[in-house]
């Protein structure tokens, strides 16, 4: 087990940069570049679809079950 701390310089990035145009050069990149828009478009459909599962799983559990019961959400997490 080798230890890296000690070894390699403090990494204070660049500090003479301009934002507004790291911002620009970024977008034209986004733009420009097919594969990057798309990868980027597949990730936000993803998450988008992960947060509206994470939010209506719960909700869509507690309109199917029966008036008196509750939902067993030990169970459902526990899920073996």
């Known amino acids: 087990q080798r230890r890296v701390h000690g070894q ?8 003479n940069i301009n934002v ?3 911002i620009k050069n970024g977008v034209h990149i986004l733009f420009t570049t097919p594969s990057v828009l798309f990868l980027g478009l597949s ?3 993803f998450e988008g679809g992960m947060f509206i599962f994470i939010f209506m799983w719960t ?10 019961d509750k939902v067993p959400f030990g169970y459902v997490f526990y899920a073996r």
């Open 8 to 15: 390699l310089p403090e990494n204070y990035g660049q500090t």
């Open 59 to 68: 909700p869509a559990l507690e309109e199917v079950k029966d008036a008196e």
């Open 20 to 22: 507004v145009d790291t």
């Open 43 to 45: 990730q936000a459909f």
